[in-house]
């Protein structure tokens, strides 16, 4: 379900997915198809995570990432495996019916 609700927002986010919601800023992201399908990547991460241990290695990849790249949250943030696997495959909206289990794991580096 897509909720729009400008006041989650800053500049630098439009969307966060909170399963079974996604959040968006405005009415025109929730129209836009990838940034819909890069969220629905995380709903799949979250709920084959039991949802607790998918907040918990978001934020520790994150706390990891700031350490390797010197503080630069934008960065730490681009760079966090779940991220990195809804980045590769938002643009592809046959992704999620051919997705293996866990498939974020190879995005840890
Ligand atoms: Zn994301």
């Excluded at 927002?9 to 996604?22: E, M, N, Q």
């Excluded at 934020?59 to 350490?67: E, T």
């Excluded at 010197?70 to 046959?94: M, P, S, V």
Aim: net charge positive.
């Amino acid at each position: 379900m897509i909720v729009v609700a400008p006041f989650l927002f800053s500049k630098r986010f439009r969307a966060l997915a909170v399963y079974p919601f996604i959040f968006v800023a405005t009415a025109a992201d929730a129209r836009d198809a990838v940034l819909v399908q890069h969220e629905r990547i995380h709903f799949r991460q979250q709920k084959e995570l039991l949802f607790v241990f998918f907040y918990l290695f978001y934020a520790l990849d994150f706390l990891r990432n700031m350490f390797v790249y010197l503080g630069n949250a934008h960065k730490a943030y681009r760079y966090i495996c779940f991220e990195q696997e809804a980045y590769t495959f938002e643009h592809d909206a046959n992704y999620l019916s051919a997705r293996k289990l866990f498939a974020w794991w190879k995005f840890l580096g």
